[in-house]
């Protein structure tokens, strides 16, 4: 199931660039690359999704060389690429950076085994590193590899292509390059985990009994760790959780850390149920500490909420009002959603399409929650799959 969101469409035009033809209908992507052919990238579309990345690996290992502009996506801070770049350069790839393009080649050999060792845990550049390595010749390894399921995920889809790759969810990971890639079955991507956090957070914030379906709660562990502590009776399930109306919740302590730890992209959607403990709760993200687009906004719906020397601290806050407040990115939008629900009055929230950059239909699924959300103007077409 492919979330119908705004990054899928980006996607779906850049690959248009290259010659290769998608199709996107009740929740299935089709991709046919047989046609596909080195063109240069949108730079609009690579700008706007942050994953257009990850065409670094593939075109590499597709055509030796890959040319593109650099990503853009959610402003929460510096997120260099420097780990991808020591990868493709351990690979045997000449990289070079000018005026924020990325031009990557390789030598008459191509691409060919090494050992790779990530300085910090990156997602991005392990997935990137499995990209180029897949079609180098000889073997690969990738030590302090990102351990998170949508590594294991990747590399199903790729093993199933024919692909070598073992130790996904390890920090160690072993590549085997194979000379092609042939598209045997389809992939059934797994649910969204951050999608689905926001949503129980938001359920325990505003809700009156709520199951969230489609969910895989080992992979959200350390997040409903961290609400049954608040006192949240939570129900896992084998694949739901359900989410009782609850009252009397406790403050806790955040610490954003890489899989299996506390997510990065959930301490903002966490935040609006903090407002409804009894004391003070403390975020510390040690992945994005400048992840806090989210403060200033809530502190005009009359929540008290401050950063501190990368430290967030949020008190209780039962009286927010209704206010006219800006997504700056994905999920500091999605904070300022549980807000407006939990808010008196109206709320208005500019720039959605950040938000609908990562939230499947979301107006829909809350509504049919008998909630009073509705998109307007551009951010509407967005979510009618028009932009």
């Known amino acids: 199931m492919v979330p119908d969101i705004l990054d899928v469409h980006n996607l779906m035009l850049i690959l248009k660039s290259m010659n290769v033809h998608s199709t996107f209908e009740d929740g299935v992507l089709t991709i046919d690359p047989t046609e596909i052919v080195e063109a240069p990238l949108p730079s609009k579309a690579i700008k706007s999704l942050r994953a257009s990345y990850y065409f670094m690996g593939s075109l590499l290992g597709r055509f030796q060389r890959a040319t593109l502009s650099f990503p853009g996506g959610d402003n929460i801070g510096p997120r260099p690429i420097d780990q991808h770049i020591k990868a493709f350069e351990a690979l045997g790839a000449n990289v070079e950076e000018e005026d ?4 990557i080649t390789t030598g008459p050999t191509g691409l060919h085994g090494a050992t790779i060792f990530l300085d910090m845990v990156s997602v991005g550049a392990t997935i990137n590193s499995i990209l180029a390595a897949v079609k180098a010749v000889g073997t690969t390894v990738i030590e302090n590899a990102a351990k998170e399921p949508e590594i294991i995920d990747i590399a199903t889809f790729l093993n199933n292509m024919g692909a070598h790759v073992r130790g996904a969810g390890t920090d160690v990971i072993r590549i085997e390059g194979v ?9 059934t991507i797994i649910p969204d985990r951050i999608e689905a956090g926001t949503y129980l957070s938001m359920a325990a914030a505003v809700g009156d009994g709520i199951t969230i379906k489609n969910v895989i709660p080992e992979h959200l562990e350390a997040f409903t760790a961290k609400m049954i502590e608040m006192g949240v009776p939570l129900e896992i399930n084998e694949d739901s959780i359900y989410v009782p109306h609850t009252d009397n919740l406790k403050p806790i302590k955040i610490k954003t850390m890489p899989f299996p730890g506390f997510a990065t992209d959930l301490q903002q959607p966490l935040t609006p149920l903090l407002f409804r403990a009894s004391g003070s709760s403390v975020v510390i993200d ?11 906004e809530l502190r005009k719906m009359g929540a008290s909420i401050r950063s501190e020397d990368d430290t967030i601290v949020v008190d209780p806050s039962t009286e927010l009002v209704g206010s006219e407040v800006q997504a700056g990115e994905i999920r500091a939008g999605a904070a300022l959603v549980i807000a407006g629900l939990m808010a008196d009055g109206d709320t208005v929230i500019t720039h959605a399409d950040n938000i609908l950059r990562g939230y499947d239909r979301i107006a829909g699924k809350l509504t049919a929650l008998n909630a009073d959300v509705e998109i307007v103007g551009d951010a509407s077409l967005v979510e009618n799959g028009q932009d």
């Open 179 to 187: 000379p092609t890639l042939r598209a045997m079955n389809t992939h």
């Open 286 to 296: 040690t992945i994005y500490p400048k992840r806090i687009k989210h403060i200033s």
């Open 100 to 103: 924020g393009t990325v031009r």
